[in-house]
């Protein structure tokens, strides 16, 4: 079955960052992600990770100014440098916490910019990244992300984001697969998954449309993540749900999809 790992950007947000290690091993999971450590020396989480016999399997880039609207800085102009200074600073964070995979963020290019060049500037820095985690054993991956959440973004469908991990090679790059957005901008969540399961190096998970937990929206989990299962996914599915409750409260879904 699945193997689930604990999002800690989303969940256990009842107590501060760095406790939300011990919940969610309590809670059963062996394995977490988050979007940004960037805030607590990487040491601090070693130390948690360690405590609690947790794996690290995914956390983001730097992604340019967050708190300010950006949401990563690859597709936007004059920012080469601080993209890269920002995939060495999470190639510091990945030695440390033994994470073997980055999501690296495309950006929101403004109004006045052209879409083509933007792209251009995608594709050639994520490149660049690619190659330079290779060189770490880190694997970057890509995630389209749904319009509503994130409008403009630079990446919006699972189609786009196959050819730019043809283009730039499956054994550097690889698709993030988020049944979440992948719901919301263009549905056929199993057939999708089947064709692309070559090139998915990671998913993640919340329900339709509220990003709540499994089992509060539209989507038939039953069915989706047996499917999953039966096409030889052997991969992580990270918990990137906000729960609609208290966290625990909210866990119930989870246990008959454990192995
Ligand atoms: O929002 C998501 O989905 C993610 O996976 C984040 O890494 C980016 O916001
Ligand atoms: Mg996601």
Same mark, same amino acid.
């Given at each position: 079955m699945p193997r689930f790992a604990a999002n800690l950007s989303m969940m256990f947000n009842e107590v501060p960052f760095l406790d939300r290690f011990a919940l969610a091993r309590q809670a059963g999971f062996e394995a977490v992600e988050f979007l940004f450590p960037y805030e607590h020396p990487p040491e601090s989480i070693r130390e948690r990770l360690d405590g609690c016999g947790l794996r690290q399997v995914l956390f983001n880039a730097p992604p340019g100014d967050w708190a300010g609207g950006e949401r990563g800085t690859a597709s936007l102009p004059d920012r080469q440098a601080e993209f890269r200074a920002g995939i060495e600073t999470a190639l510091r964070y990945a030695a440390a916490l033994g994470c073997p995979r980055l999501h690296v963020m495309g950006g929101i290019p403004g109004p006045g910019q052209s #879409?083509? *060049?933007? +792209?251009? +500037?995608?594709?050639?820095?994520? !490149?660049?990244?690619?190659? +330079?985690?290779?060189? /770490?054993?880190?694997?970057?991956?890509? /995630?389209?992300?749904? #319009?509503?959440?994130?409008?403009?973004?630079?990446?919006?469908?699972?189609?786009?984001? *196959? !050819?730019?991990? /043809?283009?730039?090679?499956?054994? +550097?790059?690889?698709?993030?697969?988020?049944?979440?957005h992948t719901q919301i901008t263009e549905g056929d969540l199993t057939r999708r998954a089947e064709r692309l399961l070559p090139i998915i190096g990671h998913m993640q998970l919340a329900d339709v449309p509220h990003r709540h937990e499994p089992g509060t929206g539209e989507i038939a989990w039953d069915y989706v993540l047996g499917r999953i299962d039966a096409m030889g996914y052997r991969g992580w599915i990270g918990c990137e749900y906000r729960p609609a409750g208290e966290t625990v409260a909210g866990l119930g879904w989870i246990e008959r999809f454990r192995a």
């Open positions: #879409r083509e *060049a933007a +792209r251009a +500037r995608y594709v050639a820095n994520l !490149a660049w990244a690619a190659e +330079r985690c290779q060189q /770490e054993g880190v694997l970057v991956l890509i /995630e389209p992300i749904n #319009r509503h959440d994130m409008p403009g973004y630079i990446l919006g469908s699972s189609d786009e984001a *196959a !050819a730019i991990v /043809e283009a730039i090679g499956p054994e +550097r790059i690889a698709l993030q697969y988020d049944l979440y």
